[in-house]
């Protein structure tokens, strides 16, 4: 499975953003998807995850209220759509699959390449 994310940039603080992350290779329903953020000199750390139908989705508790993962399966794609932007989301973004249900923890199959989200004050 090959992952393409994008959508990242450079947003003032309370702005907004919409990732995406694109599929090919597998059948893209058959996977929970996940997507974590690294920010630099810190360990990578889970935002948010849909399940395989989309019918289930979590979101750490940091993002809660301000970010949504949603997936349409028909066109292989995850969205995140990140609202109320802070300094302290600035960081690169990665989207990754799994079989089997959603985990916090980046133990995940297949890894996209990341795309950089810049909040400014």
């Known amino acids: 499975v090959q992952l393409q994310a994008s959508g990242g940039g450079l947003v003032q603080a309370g702005g907004s953003l919409r990732l995406s992350c694109a599929a090919s290779?597998?059948?893209?329903?058959?996977?929970?998807v996940g997507w974590f953020r690294q920010a630099p000199g810190k360990e990578r750390e889970f935002v948010a995850a849909i399940s395989m139908s989309g019918g289930s989705t979590y979101h750490a508790d940091s993002v809660k209220g301000r970010f949504t993962i949603s997936r349409d399966n028909a066109k292989n794609t995850v969205y995140l759509q990140m609202n109320s932007l802070r300094p302290e989301d600035t960081a690169v973004y990665y989207c990754?699959?799994?079989?089997?249900?959603?985990?916090?923890?980046?133990?995940?199959?297949?890894w996209g390449q990341g795309t950089l989200v810049t909040v400014s004050s």
């Open positions: 990754a699959l799994r079989v089997g249900p959603a985990m916090t923890a980046p133990i995940y199959d297949y």
């Open positions: 290779g597998r059948t893209f329903s058959g996977y929970t």
